[in-house]
């Protein structure tokens, strides 16, 4: 009896347990269809809404990916207009002309004022006035929105000539020294030309010839690891020659596109380390009578009218062959551009509209103008 009723008792336990299953299944078939056979359909449906709920939601998250592609945009997006609106340039020029103001000598005058006041030099101001005024006398424009065209061809005009980008594929390795004034963003934009040439497809070697201020090397060995570019370096206070001619000669060696140097920021009154940039191009012709094939000045827009004279100084010293122009996005008033052309004919390869890599960017004589002058009247 006993183990009839263990048995018996799993018997009814099955039942007891396949019984709710089969029940609740039915409940939910009842309440979800009227006839079971559209009950098993349900729940192959369910798995679909969610699956379409998924794939709603992985819409959704599409344009996360277009926002992740849109810092490439924002890139593109952000104008030379929106990176230079800051400019104290920009500023004097926009509220001059969003004034819609009368055509007279008393506009002329609060006109050149305006750039000299921005640091485009007293000549450079004066002669392009003096162009202006004499136009205006003779009445070829019928308002202020007409003689706004003819400033943004004047001042591209006097831009076009220094709008030469950089070539760096005539040569392998393709040696780029970069010399500057401490506090211009030099190494910097040594980073941001890593990147630059990196992505263009180019092998890049980085040379820390800076071994004179505290942590340089290690911010160019940061910037090298950042692009994924090795960085020859030594120890602090080593012979900067010393470092740059050993770059070179493994430069050589790995057949090296682009070999980018760094160097001590000076001040251009310092002739002792300004007599080492002489040296470093006398230790680098041992090894390549032309090298280095460019040499790039780093200039800081704000610095104005100091600019000329660092221009000057370094190009007796070392030969400078190009420049870049950094920081322009800030308040830098940003003429000093146009007395760099205007004084020294230089090509201006590059200009640093802002903080990451994709910022700094080749020179554009008509996009800069663009970014100064409002684009129409009554439109800041």
Not at 36 to 50: D, G, I
Not at 263 to 291: C, F, N, P, W, Y
Not at 292 to 314: C, K, M, W, Y
């Amino acid at each position: 009896m006993l183990k009839f009723w263990k048995r018996k008792k799993p018997a009814d336990a099955a039942p007891a347990q396949e019984a709710p299953v089969e029940t609740a299944a039915d409940i939910e078939a009842a309440s979800e269809a009227a006839a079971p056979v559209a009950a098993p359909e349900p729940p192959t449906e369910p798995e679909p809404a969610p699956v379409a709920e998924v794939a709603a939601a992985a819409d959704v998250d599409v344009p996360p990916p277009q926002a992740v592609a849109e810092p490439a945009t924002p890139p593109a997006k952000r104008s030379w207009r929106e990176r230079l609106a800051g400019s104290g340039f920009a500023r004097g020029l926009s509220s001059l002309f969003t004034r819609n103001p009368v055509l007279d000598d008393a506009f002329l005058d609060e006109l050149e004022t305006c750039l000299i006041t921005a640091d485009v030099g007293v000549a450079a101001a004066t002669e392009l006035i003096e162009k202006l005024r004499k136009r205006v006398d003779r009445r070829e424009f019928a308002d202020a929105a007409a003689l706004l065209v003819a400033l943004r061809a004047e001042l591209v005009g006097q831009l076009k000539p220094v709008e030469k980008p950089l070539d760096v594929g005539g040569r392998k390795p393709f040696v780029l020294l970069m010399v500057g004034v401490n506090g211009v963003g030099k190494t910097t934009t040594i980073g941001k030309l890593a990147f630059r040439f990196s992505g263009e497809g180019r092998s890049v070697l980085l040379a820390a010839g800076d071994t004179f201020r505290a942590a340089a090397v290690e911010q160019l060995q940061t910037w090298g690891t950042r692009n994924g570019v090795p960085v020859i370096a030594q120890g602090s206070g080593a012979d900067s020659a010393s470092v740059i001619f050993d770059a070179l000669q493994t430069a050589r060696s790995r057949s090296t596109d682009v070999l980018i140097a760094d160097t001590a920021g000076r001040l251009h009154t310092q002739s002792g380390l300004m007599d080492e940039l002489a040296k470093i191009r006398r230790v680098l012709g041992k090894l390549d009578a032309d090298a280095p094939h460019e040499a790039l000045l780093v200039i800081d827009g704000t610095t104005g009218q100091n600019a000329i004279s660092q221009v000057r100084q370094f190009q007796q010293a070392i030969g400078v062959s190009g420049l870049v122009v950094t920081k322009l996005d800030g308040t830098a008033k940003g003429g000093v551009v146009f007395a760099l052309a205007r004084e020294f004919g230089l090509p201006i390869r590059y200009v640093g509209l802002g903080e990451s890599a994709e910022d700094l960017r080749p020179f554009d004589a008509a996009a800069f103008v663009d970014g100064l002058l409002p684009a129409t009247l009554g439109n800041g």
